[in-house]
């Protein structure tokens, strides 16, 4: 399931490409007309050359749930094999994804409300002019997802 919130305010790392001129569109928010424009041009360069492109973030193995099939389930991986990305070097990274076409960072794990830093996360995306997503099994959304919001995050799968 697909959830837009609706109130819009201001080594584990997958990309695939996607359907440029439906994510083109989505990304435009309440910019000013330059900010349109110079993303508009942004994305409309970027589906010349296959893009824009989706990038998956596993931020942790570690999850709440406890799903048969899965190997991440609470239990499956001991405490010493549990592994968190470092906020640091996230940054880092979005910015060469950044300059290799990518404008969307989709958050996922095991599960990612779980990590510490997931709202800062959320923000150094946006503040690099590409849209963020999570991906989650909604446990602890209730309890997070203003913080989330005020990130600006906006787009929540479950
Ligand atoms: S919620 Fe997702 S990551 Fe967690 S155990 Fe279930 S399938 Fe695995």
Redesign the pocket.
């Known amino acids: 399931m697909l959830r837009r919130l609706s109130t819009p305010r201001k080594n584990l790392i997958s990309a695939a490409p996607t359907s440029g001129l439906c994510l083109a569109l989505a990304s435009i928010g309440s910019f000013s007309v330059t900010n349109i424009v110079s993303k508009s041009w942004d994305m409309l360069r970027l589906i010349t050359r296959g893009g824009p492109a989706l990038c998956n973030v596993a931020v942790t193995n570690a999850?709440?749930?406890?799903?048969d099939?899965?190997?991440?389930?609470?239990g499956?991986v001991g405490a010493a094999n549990l592994r968190w990305i470092d906020a640091g070097q996230f940054a880092r990274s979005l910015n060469i994804l950044r300059k290799r076409d990518i404008r969307y960072i989709s958050f996922?794990?095991?599960?990612p409300l779980l990590h510490s830093r997931l709202a800062d996360m959320i923000a150094m995306v946006v503040e690099r002019d590409m849209g963020p997503a999570l991906i989650?099994?909604g446990w602890l959304l209730a309890s997070q997802v203003e913080k989330l919001a005020a990130a600006g995050l906006k787009t929540i799968l479950d």
Do not use: D, L
Request: charged share 15%; with cysteine.
């Open positions: 999850c709440n749930a406890a799903c099939f899965c190997n991440f389930a609470r499956k996922f794990g095991g599960e989650t099994n």
